[in-house]
């Protein structure tokens, strides 16, 4: 049914009227629910297979949980994305071309979220990797270039390294479905072959998520886009690749695979400390939070470390949770800099006095980024240290708690130079209010899930569950 | 063979990775290009040797005997597909960027580090 979806989206790709990718992010943001409902109420399997071959052989979509939930996620913001984009998007840039890139982009990552194939997996990630490559470049102005190039060199060798891995295991198991891959490698222990797969499909899918030690070319990249898609990339991109390892680690070589733990704590644990200290140093905003975005991926690999369904569990709350609070920070930086003409902390200010509502909105996704409380990001924290302490990791935790008070010190000081500080001599333009709307929507989700923790939660638990389960 | 083909992907992607370690960009490119390759050759190795039954035939059903596995060879072509397409778009970067600022040094980039000078006023999004 959302292989339908995506497909469709394909097509309208031509459509560039801004009208269109409304009506269809809407469609998309529509169908998600419905998937997510079917998907949870049904059971897991929903496989549609194009092309007329046999389940495992041709091309094949299904909405297992933590992909269908996170499409509804994606189509959420994607559509939050339009709404804001409505202002911040010129038509100079609608006529190079930015909703048909949208728009691909956007079928790329739910593609990836929905694939039952591994080979498909590395295909969408091309696709997303191409379709993001077009909107940093869009203004082709030099620092675009320099981001650009940075992002294609990495993503091309990440890709190549996935697909290194794909061979191998290829190789090895005969298959590349990832029910039966799972049935395969579930039974017998690593093996040479199967270790050197893994490492390489780890490190490779680790360089397209930001994992710390292949992290560089994430904040200049993302600082170069236009910043609706800086705000979808930090959305969706590093989360597709996320999403990629958690299927990988968890389903695909199954939680018993203890092999690969070690190393991926200890990158989860580098990735917090370094990326929320680098976001200090930082006075331009789209760096600092692309740093931030960095260290959000940390939290999440932290949990999936654990190798327990707590830890899984806890890697798909946090994910659905920090989806939402990226894209709307960027957003909040765009309506900064749309009101102040500045991308640096140091020539902001005033947002507090000009636009009020603003201030508020831009304080929820500031929050929930630092774990306060009655917001999403506090469960999601709560979740993943709870996880560490359990899973015999307390230095991990401690590293959590360590990177979320970093966190707080850095969201602390640029909410106030944004909107406490006074800008002298200047005039604060009001924020347009399809920006506002779009922010409100996904401060709104913050909120939500916030509030009512234990929807997510349920379906967190389930999705865990289902990833267990694969190989069974 | 299979030995041969190993260390053929084997030499290929240590060229690769030599050139992409290079500053110049285009050998970057040209690296990235022949990585790619030698990936290929690995896909091609991992369908190509021995009898295994291909997960294409089911039980009951006529096998392909000692055929090459079909499947690999698919995931070959789309992944040269998809790899030319990567070159091209980023050939066509690294010429814009050539363009712009006439130089293909890969330190030249460094200029999307620096961060905005707040005194100059960046053109507005519309």
């Known amino acids: ?472 | 063979m299979t030995i041969l083909y190993a260390f053929c992907a084997a030499a290929i992607m240590g060229a690769a990775l030599y050139m992409i370690l290079s500053r110049n960009l285009v050998r970057i490119l040209l690296g990235l290009a022949l990585l790619s390759t030698g990936v290929n050759v690995m896909l091609f190795v991992a369908g190509d040797f021995g009898s295994r039954q291909p997960p294409l035939i089911r039980a009951g059903e006529k096998a392909l005997g000692e055929a090459a596995d079909p499947l690999a060879q698919a995931l070959i072509l789309t992944a040269i597909v998809i790899g030319f397409a990567l070159t091209v778009v980023l050939a066509t970067i690294v010429v814009t960027g050539w363009r712009s600022s006439g130089s293909l040094d890969a330190r030249d980039l460094d200029a999307a580090e620096q961060p905005d000078d707040p005194e100059i006023r960046e053109p507005h999004a519309d």
């Open chain 1, 1 to 472: 049914m959302l292989g339908a979806g995506v497909a469709a989206l394909l097509r309208r790709r031509a459509g560039v009227a801004e009208a269109v990718s409304l009506v269809v992010h809407g469609i998309v943001l529509v169908g998600a629910m419905m998937l997510l409902g079917r998907a949870t109420q049904d059971g897991p399997l929903a496989l549609t297979v194009f092309g007329g071959w046999p389940a495992a052989i041709g091309v094949g979509f299904s909405a297992r949980l933590p992909g269908a939930g996170l499409v509804l996620v994606s189509a959420l913001i994607a559509f939050a994305g339009a709404v804001f984009g409505h202002a911040a998007i010129g038509p100079r840039r609608r006529r190079a071309g930015y909703d048909a890139l949208m728009l691909a982009l956007l079928a790329a990552v739910n593609g990836a979220f929905l694939t039952t194939d591994l080979f498909n997996l590395y295909v969408w990630f091309e696709l997303a990797l191409l379709a993001a490559l077009g909107l940093v470049t869009l203004d082709r102005r030099q620092a675009q270039i320099g981001g650009a190039i940075r992002y294609a060199a990495f993503g091309m060798l990440g890709a190549t390294a996935i697909l290194a891995g794909i061979a191998l295991i290829y190789g090895v198991t005969g298959t590349l479905d990832l029910v039966t891959l799972a049935r395969v490698l579930g039974d017998e222990g690593p093996s040479v072959a199967t270790a050197t797969a893994a490492a390489l499909l780890v490190g490779g899918l680790a360089l397209k998520s930001g994992l710390v030690p292949f992290h560089v070319w994430l904040p200049s990249s993302y600082a170069a886009a236009p910043l609706p898609a800086a705000a979808v990339f930090a959305g969706l991109l590093t989360k597709m690749g996320f999403y990629a390892l958690l299927v990988v680690v968890a389903g695909v070589f199954g939680l018993g695979a203890t092999f690969l733990t070690p190393a991926l704590r200890v990158i989860a644990a580098a990735t917090m400390l370094l990326c929320a200290l680098s976001a200090l140093a930082q006075t331009d905003m789209r760096r600092l939070i692309g740093y931030h975005v960095v260290a959000q991926v940390g939290y999440m690999a932290a949990g999936l470390s654990m190798a327990t369904p707590a830890g899984v569990d806890a890697a798909v709350f946090y994910m659905v949770h920090s989806m939402i609070v990226q894209a709307n920070l960027f957003f909040g930086l765009g309506a900064i800099h749309r009101a102040t003409g500045s991308w640096n902390l140091r020539g902001t200010g005033g947002m507090i006095r000009s636009n009020p509502l603003f201030a508020f909105l831009f304080a929820v996704p500031m929050l929930s980024l630092a774990g306060i409380p009655p917001l999403s990001g506090f469960w999601a924290k709560l979740l993943v240290v709870r996880a560490a302490f359990a899973g015999g990791a307390a230095w991990l935790a401690v590293a959590a708690l360590v990177a979320a008070l970093l966190t707080i010190v850095s969201v602390a000081s640029l909410w106030s130079e944004a909107c406490w500080k006074s800008l002298k001599g200047r005039r604060v333009r009001r924020v347009p209010w399809s920006m506002l709307a779009g922010m409100a929507i996904l401060s709104g989700a913050t909120l939500a899930i916030g509030l009512l923790p234990e929807r997510v939660a349920i379906v967190a638990k389930l999705s865990a569950a289902a990833l267990a389960r694969m190989g069974s």
